[in-house]
């Protein structure tokens, strides 16, 4: 078995987050605790011995082969058009997906929307197929997005916020408190605005992460802040009809 010392440090995994002990295998077997320490140093498993540990915690030696495959893989940068799509499709699990990748746990969404236990959890299932999360024995979710993760550009996500969000977020005066709108114009050389580009992916990275400086932190402590970056060539559509014309 080629890839047995990567099952067995899998396993090693399932059986810490289940609260379970070599002291527990070794009972569970019939061994010695010691035995147990040697077969586990050694990757001197045989596949039965590996399901009879499995079993102690409820785990299928099938469920362990993709618990090892999911921690070998890749962090995910994005989702395909599909995958998004399936999520814009089920407002319930958009909200929840955003939660989570704002490191909401369980017990966080049923506090704070109406959501009863299986509903959620089966959402969080969806995410943990999508590899946006893995859902641990507990309920605890971990995410798996790289720290650059992002929705896809001009895809079904960022169009549901454009064409959803858009309107209701800009209803403000953005006087209260953590409010700010700053709305600034201006002419740049073409130079000088791939410059500010670069600045405001720098400030974007940033506030990523404060973000994630501020993850421990009880929800409660917290307040949702979204921010919009945007720059685009762009003249104020109700001056157009003083343009001069061009000649032909």
């Keep these: 078995m080629t890839q047995t010392p990567q099952l067995i440090r899998a396993l090693k995994k399932a059986l810490k987050a289940h609260g379970k002990t070599y002291a527990d295998v070794a009972a569970h077997l019939d061994l010695s605790e010691a035995s147990i320490k040697r077969l586990f140093?050694?990757?001197?498993?045989?596949?039965?011995?590996?399901?009879?540990?499995?079993?102690?915690?409820?785990?299928?030696?099938?469920?362990?082969?993709?618990?090892?495959?999911?921690?070998?893989?890749?962090?995910?940068?994005?989702?395909?058009?599909?995958?998004?799509a399936e999520l814009v499709a089920d407002v319930e699990r958009l909200l929840v997906t955003v939660c989570v990748l704002n490191r909401w746990g369980l017990d966080d969404l049923l506090a704070h929307f109406q959501l009863d236990y299986h509903r959620a959890i089966r959402h969080l299932a969806h995410l943990d197929r999508l590899r946006l999360?893995?859902?641990?024995?507990?309920?605890?979710?971990?995410?798996?997005?790289?720290?650059?993760?992002?929705?896809?550009?001009?895809?079904?996500?960022?169009?549901?916020?454009?064409?959803?969000?858009?309107?209701?977020?800009?209803?403000?005066?953005?006087?209260?408190?953590?409010?700010?709108?700053?709305v600034i114009n201006g002419m740049l050389a073409e130079g000088t605005r791939a410059l500010f580009e670069r600045k405001l992916e720098v400030l974007a990275r940033e506030f990523e992460q404060l973000n994630r400086a501020d993850a421990t932190l009880p929800i409660d402590e917290k307040n949702g802040a979204t921010v919009v970056l945007a720059t685009r060539?762009?003249?104020?559509?109700?001056?157009?009809?003083?343009?001069?014309?061009e000649k032909d």
Aim: glycine residues 8%; proline residues 6%; contains cysteine.
């Design 41 to 84: 140093s050694a990757n001197q498993f045989t596949l039965q011995r590996l399901e009879q540990v499995c079993a102690l915690i409820d785990l299928s030696l099938t469920d362990l082969v993709a618990q090892m495959q999911s921690e070998g893989a890749q962090p995910l940068r994005v989702l395909s058009e599909a995958q998004e």
């Design 133 to 182: 999360i893995e859902l641990l024995p507990g309920d605890r979710i971990k995410l798996r997005v790289d720290p650059n993760f992002k929705w896809r550009d001009n895809g079904p996500i960022q169009r549901f916020f454009q064409e959803k969000v858009e309107a209701d977020f800009f209803h403000s005066r953005f006087d209260g408190p953590g409010e700010r709108l700053i």
């Design 233 to 245: 060539p762009w003249g104020y559509g109700l001056f157009g009809a003083l343009r001069r014309k």
